[in-house]
């Protein structure tokens, strides 16, 4: 099931990472911030998509390297996300309370897969 999960915190990562022009006024900070968010966010999907495809009985490709850290990372990232939920003014799509349950169980999921990776 990781690869499930990989595919939802990548998915969510990279929607985010669209949405930080409207977070932050600083461009340098929008830049990096978008820069950090795009490469974990695309990392797991490569991961979960090459899982999955391997579990097809597809070539087994090679796995990026940091998977720990980028777990970590990714998951803490995640986490930090939640606060555009919280303040009315600040939420990115106020309708869609689905989004705020995967990004919080993702990113609670990708640091428990960091913290038990080897």
Known sequence: MSWLWS????????????WLPSLFANLLVVV????????????????????AMALQGGPATKPLALGRARRLAGGALLLSYLLVYVPPHGRIVAHWPLDLAITAVSGAIMLVYGIQDQ
């Open 32 to 51: 990096l911030a978008a820069a950090l968010t795009l490469v974990l966010g695309l990392s797991f999907l490569y991961d979960g998509f090459s899982t």
């Open 7 to 18: 595919i939802f915190a990548g998915f969510y990562l990279v929607a985010y990472a669209f």
